[in-house]
């Protein structure tokens, strides 16, 4: 498995796994989503935040495992 898809952890981040917005600079910060692929270091993030949603691609060094 590439290191690029891991976390500050060193754990794999697959698609379908739920992570956390780890980025102070981030308006996302502390925005809970999954995983819905993964290109070379970045993920692209599915956020569910009733009554909207939002796919943003971000790097994975800034996302935590739930």
């Known amino acids: 498995m590439s290191t690029k898809s891991m976390t500050k952890d060193n754990s794999p981040i697959l698609p379908g796994t739920v992570v956390v917005v ?4 981030s308006i996302y ?3 809970e989503g999954f995983i819905q692929r993964i290109s070379d270091d970045r993920a692209a993030l599915l ?3 009733h009554p909207w949603e939002k796919l943003i691609t971000m790097p994975i060094k800034l996302l935590k495992k739930k």
């Open 22 to 25: 780890d980025d102070q600079t």
């Open 29 to 31: 910060n502390g925005y």
């Open 47 to 49: 956020i569910d935040s």
